[in-house]
């Protein structure tokens, strides 16, 4: 699939967005603005349900105003899981012109990241990529590498030793079975 620099840039910022979100009761009407804007849909519905709890959740966003008589002619869903007993889904509504193959894509993508950042919102702790075996201080290290640190940045910035930050990598490395930063990098974060 061919996606122009733009709409490249407007899906990182869309992500982005989901991911900066604090609060789990504000995440709808907090990233709905900017998935709609994304596929320049006319409305985007979201709905979940935790059977945990037994509270679910529906919000929309639109930007025609009434709502078309007969409904929307075109949409597209994406249902995600972050974890068991919970389900979300998103709906992307528009009027007049069916969605391309490429914007039914672009939704799909989105899928992965509001999963992210629903289970960390329900969690209460931040997403642990992958299943990786690391302890939270490596994954923390791995992340600042990821950000172009150096052992000395990273000790500073954690107030560890350098050759206490080289050992928590030298147990990444042999954790993940790899052979240097990028790859680990490429392990946890890929």
Do not use: W
């Not at 249902?79 to 939704?107: N, W």
């Not at 994954?139 to 990273?154: F, P």
């Amino acid at each position: 699939m061919y996606l122009p620099l733009e709409t490249v840039r407007q899906v990182v910022s869309a992500v982005d967005a989901v991911a900066e979100i604090a609060d789990p009761e504000s995440f709808p009407g907090a990233c709905l603005p900017s998935l709609c804007a994304l596929v320049a849909g006319d409305a985007v519905v979201y709905h979940d349900v935790d059977l945990h709890t037994g509270k679910n959740h529906h919000v929309e966003f639109r930007t025609v105003r009434p709502p078309p008589v007969n409904g929307f002619a075109h949409h597209v869903t994406v249902t995600v899981l972050p974890f068991a007993g919970f389900r979300a889904t998103i709906e992307f509504l528009r009027q007049q012109r069916p969605f391309t193959d490429v914007e039914r894509g672009l939704c799909e993508l989105l899928g992965e990241p509001i999963a992210t950042t629903l289970r960390r919102l329900h969690d209460g702790h931040p997403p642990v990529p992958g299943d990786t075996g690391l302890t939270l201080r490596e994954r923390e290290i791995v992340r600042l590498v990821a950000l172009g640190r150096t052992n000395a940045a990273i000790a500073h910035e954690l107030a560890l030793s350098p050759r206490t930050v080289a050992k928590h990598l030298e147990h990444v490395y042999r954790k993940l079975r790899v052979d240097g930063r990028a790859a680990a990098v490429a392990r946890v974060l890929g």
